[in-house]
């Protein structure tokens, strides 16, 4: 079963970072690329970065959001620092066919979704 599993979301204080991670099973993270997506209460799934598989690249919407792969775990994951109320979402990973990132503004092309992890950024 391909299955992505969304981990590290929690209650942070204003200021604060979460490290969240995406981990995979049934296919390897590392042939594909690699986003990361929002969605806050009453608003559009939003892209904030992705990775690419064999060239490297990657991008981010936001300079506080880092992405990473750790291929030895089958995992990527997003660092999010100075985290405010706004960035209070549900946060999720999910897989492209294709070796490099689509457009932050789309998520079509996107195939495997995990169920997401909820981010609280609250004092």
């Known amino acids: 079963q391909v299955q992505l599993v969304e981990s590290g979301g929690g209650l942070v204080q204003p200021g604060g970072s979460l490290r969240l991670s995406c981990a995979a099973s049934?296919?390897?993270?590392?042939?594909?690329?690699i986003g990361w997506f929002r969605q806050a209460p009453g608003k559009e799934r939003e892209g904030v970065s992705c990775?690419?598989?064999?060239?490297s690249r990657w991008y981010h919407t936001d300079s506080r959001f880092t992405i990473s792969r750790d291929s030895a775990a089958n995992t990527v994951n997003l660092q999010v620092n100075s985290l405010t109320p706004e960035d209070t979402a549900v946060y999720y990973c999910?897989?492209?066919?294709?070796?490099?990132?689509?457009?932050?503004?789309?998520?079509?092309?996107?195939?495997?979704w995990g169920q997401g992890t909820q981010v609280n950024v609250s004092s």
């Open positions: 990775i690419s598989s064999s060239d």
């Open positions: 049934g296919f390897t993270l590392d042939y594909y690329a």
């Open positions: 999910a897989a492209t066919f294709s070796e490099s990132c689509p457009p932050a503004g789309i998520i079509s092309d996107y195939k495997y």
